[in-house]
């Protein structure tokens, strides 16, 4: 029996004790698992904490206590983040109160500031505006707002500061590019309206969306806005004109111009449009065009006052003995006189056919009338550059094969050159003769032992010889300058410097010379006596002959 009882008791003894290890286990699972779950809320908790404190914008928060449940923290707790205490630069970094936060503003803000969170307080009105901080040029801006959970539990009142240095910076920096921008608007605006003559811009759609004053001047228009429309019947006439050849220009992405006619004040006057195409703002599918209306009344005034002149001009150059002819910038022939033709011995069908320069070059050549070179083509080459290098009139001289000499002059001309040709063989051997018998002279005076000068008629020296230049040491250069006889008798001087009035002595020398061709001597300070004998040429020239006596 008591076996039984004790079998009994040891049975239920151990069920008992299973049961305890059991509990002992499920509690310690569970402990686990809140410390766990108490982990994560704290980490979230620091994560949410750390975004705050990383936004840029400080934050000053009143704190409530939760009012569902008994919470020990029973009155209002303030937090500033360190962000605010950095912008603020607050001694007590995040210790610091909302007193210490007004404290940075002046007093009227601080006063405004308060103001707004008792309305945001007691009647939930969130708010937002910019203040300035004392003894800073920073602005901030603050704006606050309650902050409830999803059941209606107040959790905080929420003060946000916001530098807005970097934003006043960029603004600022907006505003000064904007006034530029503005300001050259302004200056475009004023050279468009101030330009001599009617400018216009076109849409891809060949609307005009800008003109200038002069363009509403000329068409009677009274307003230069975007998108006006030609009325008036100057404006009619010029939009119906332009408008098709601003279609033409953009059709073929050229400049287009045309002439046309409008009545001006009562006035009829001529005038140039053009059409330039464009890409607008780099886009190759918008294609605009600028267009702009030129006055040319007095050009073509010009132009038919030129004609008329260039017609008598023509006439003059067909009359002249000089050969004549000019080529237009195709270099094409078209105009010669007579005497061009006789000169080169052209024949009339042959010149009146237009031939170009290079093929008037040909036909001289075939008839041996042009200079002998070994290069003939690159000769060619060269002469027809003429048309686009030369800018001034330009002189040469062709020596023919035939022993002839022509004296050409290319000059530019309108839309081409004029070239004049004068067979000056005659003249050159005229000269010739002259030199060789001045070469004669000179060598004939040269060969004299007596020191001769020669004076024309207007009193410059004309021929001198070695002797002279030796008896008075002069200097050639000084000679050949043609210097006159009282320069000449100036550059005796150093030979006479014990005189003791060398103007009387040069004037009285004058006089013997000039008046009466006398002779006479003189006495230099070398001890060289000399015998100066003046005589009158034919030509009336003066000749001194000065001897060693």
Not at 177 to 203: C, F, G, T
Not at 377 to 383: D, I, S, V
């Amino acid at each position: 029996m008591n076996d039984e009882l004790l079998k009994d008791m040891l049975y239920f003894s151990l069920i008992g004790g299973g049961a305890l290890i059991v509990l002992l286990v499920s509690f310690q699972v569970t402990i686990a698992r809140l410390r766990q779950k108490n982990y994560f809320l704290n980490r979230d908790r620091e994560r949410y904490a750390e975004t705050l404190y990383a936004s840029r914008d400080g934050y000053f928060a009143f704190i409530y206590p939760d009012e569902r449940v008994k919470d020990p923290r029973r009155g209002v707790r303030q937090r500033c983040s360190r962000r605010l205490a950095v912008i603020l630069n607050l001694p007590n970094g995040i210790q610091s109160s909302f007193e210490d936060v007004l404290s940075c503003f002046y007093k009227e803000d601080a006063k405004k500031i308060r103001k707004y969170l008792a309305l945001m307080q007691e009647e939930n009105i969130p708010f937002e505006d910019v203040f300035a901080l004392k003894n800073s040029e920073r602005d901030l801006r603050v704006f606050g707002g309650r902050i409830n959970g999803a059941d209606g539990n107040l959790y905080c009142d929420m003060l946000w500061f916001r530098d807005l240095s970097a934003e006043m910076l960029k603004i600022k920096e907006l505003e000064d590019e904007k006034s530029k921008y503005r300001q050259r608007l302004h200056r475009l605006e004023d050279m468009l309206n101030n330009y001599i003559a009617p400018v216009w811009l076109r849409d891809e759609h060949l609307d005009i969306v800008v003109a200038n004053k002069k363009y509403a001047d000329i068409t009677g228009l009274n307003s230069v806005a975007d998108g006006v429309t030609p009325v008036e019947n100057n404006a009619a006439n010029l939009e119906n004109v332009s408008r098709k050849l601003a279609d033409e220009a953009r059709q073929s992405n050229k400049t287009k111009k045309k002439y046309i006619n409008l009545v001006i004040n009562g006035v009829a006057k001529h005038f140039e449009i053009s059409e330039t195409p464009f890409h607008a703002d780099g886009d190759l599918d918008k294609l605009y065009t600028v267009g702009t209306l030129t006055d040319a009344t007095e050009l073509d005034l010009v132009k038919r006052t030129f004609k008329i002149n260039q017609n008598a001009h023509l006439e003059v150059l067909a009359a002249l003995g000089t050969a004549f002819a000019i080529f237009d910038a195709r270099q094409k022939l078209v105009f010669y006189n007579k005497s061009f033709l006789n000169l080169w011995g052209l024949n009339d069908e042959f010149l009146d056919s237009s031939p170009s320069y290079g093929a008037f070059l040909d036909k001289i050549r075939d008839s041996r009338l042009l200079p002998e070179v070994s290069d003939f083509r690159f000769y060619k080459a060269e002469e027809e550059k003429l048309f686009n290098d030369l800018i001034e009139s330009r002189e040469d001289l062709l020596h023919i094969p035939d022993g002839r000499t022509f004296r050409r002059i290319v000059a530019p001309y309108p839309n081409g050159l004029i070239f004049a040709f004068e067979d000056v063989s005659d003249r050159l051997a005229a000269t010739r003769m002259i030199n060789e018998l001045y070469s004669v002279q000179q060598n004939v005076l040269d060969n004299v032992r007596d020191a001769v000068v020669i004076f024309g008629a207007d009193q410059r020296l004309k021929y001198f010889n070695r002797s002279y230049k030796k008896l008075w040491k002069a200097n050639d250069a000084e000679l050949r300058n043609l210097p006159n006889l009282a320069e000449v008798l100036e550059m005796q001087k150093p030979y006479f410097n014990r005189q003791e009035n060398w103007e009387n002595l040069k004037q009285n020398m004058l006089g013997h010379i000039l008046n009466i061709c006398a002779r006479f001597q003189l006495e230099r300070d070398d001890k060289v006596r000399l015998e100066v004998i003046p005589v009158i040429l034919s030509d009336e020239s003066v000749m001194i002959t000065y001897t060693i006596i």
